[in-house]
C-alpha cells in the first residue's frame, strides 16, 4: 500500500517511530525498547514508512537498520511554505501585542513608584 507522506505521518503510532528516529539509525528492537510499542507493530509501521519514503532500511547480516530519510519532509515542508507567512504575520502581531503589554505594565509600576515616593 503506497502512502502519501500526510498518510504516512497521521498514525500516531507511526510519529512515535519517527521521533525515535530521529537520534539516527537503529535497529528494530531499538525502536521497540524506545518507542514502547510491541515488536509487531513496529515491523508493520516501519514496512509502512519504508513503503512511503520516510525511512531508509540497511541490511546487516539477520540485522534491519532503519534511518530516516530527508525526502519526504522537504516535501512536507514545501507544502507548508505558503502557510509560514501567515504564521508569521500572526507571530508578528502576537509579539507586537506582549511588547505592549509589558511596555504598558512597566509605565504603570514606573508611575505608582513615582506616586509612592512623591507621598513620601
Same mark, same amino acid.
Given at each position: 500500500?503506497q502512502?502519501?507522506?500526510?498518510?504516512?505521518?497521521?498514525?500516531?503510532?507511526?510519529?512515535?517511530?519517527?521521533?525515535?528516529l530521529?537520534?539516527?539509525?537503529?535497529?528494530?528492537?531499538?525502536?521497540?525498547?524506545?518507542?514502547?510499542?510491541?515488536?509487531?507493530?513496529?515491523?508493520?509501521?516501519?514496512?509502512?514508512?519504508?513503503?512511503?519514503?520516510?525511512?531508509?532500511?540497511?541490511?546487516?547480516?539477520?540485522?534491519r +537498520?532503519?534511518? &530516516?530519510? @530527508? #525526502?519526504?519532509?522537504?516535501q512536507?515542508?514545501?507544502? %507548508? !511554505?505558503? +502557510?509560514?507567512? &501567515?504564521? @508569521? #504575520?500572526?507571530?508578528?502581531?502576537?509579539?507586537?501585542? %506582549? !511588547?505592549?503589554?509589558?511596555a504598558?505594565?512597566?509605565s504603570?509600576?514606573?508611575r505608582?513608584?513615582?506616586?509612592?515616593?512623591?507621598?513620601?
Amino acid at each position: 500500500m503506497q502512502l502519501d507522506v500526510f498518510q504516512a505521518l497521521a498514525d500516531p503510532t507511526r510519529r512515535r517511530i519517527v521521533e525515535t528516529l530521529l537520534s539516527g539509525e537503529q535497529q528494530v528492537a531499538d525502536v521497540v525498547a524506545k518507542a514502547g510499542i510491541h515488536q509487531s507493530g513496529v515491523s508493520r509501521h516501519l514496512r509502512l514508512l519504508h513503503e512511503s519514503g520516510f525511512v531508509s532500511m540497511r541490511p546487516e547480516g539477520q540485522r534491519r +537498520y532503519y534511518a &530516516l530519510r @530527508a #525526502a519526504p519532509f522537504r516535501q512536507l515542508e514545501d507544502w %507548508l !511554505e505558503p +502557510y509560514r507567512e &501567515l504564521w @508569521a #504575520a500572526r507571530l508578528d502581531r502576537f509579539g507586537a501585542a %506582549l !511588547e505592549e503589554r509589558s511596555a504598558r505594565r512597566r509605565s504603570n509600576e514606573t508611575r505608582k513608584t513615582n506616586e509612592r515616593k512623591q507621598r513620601s
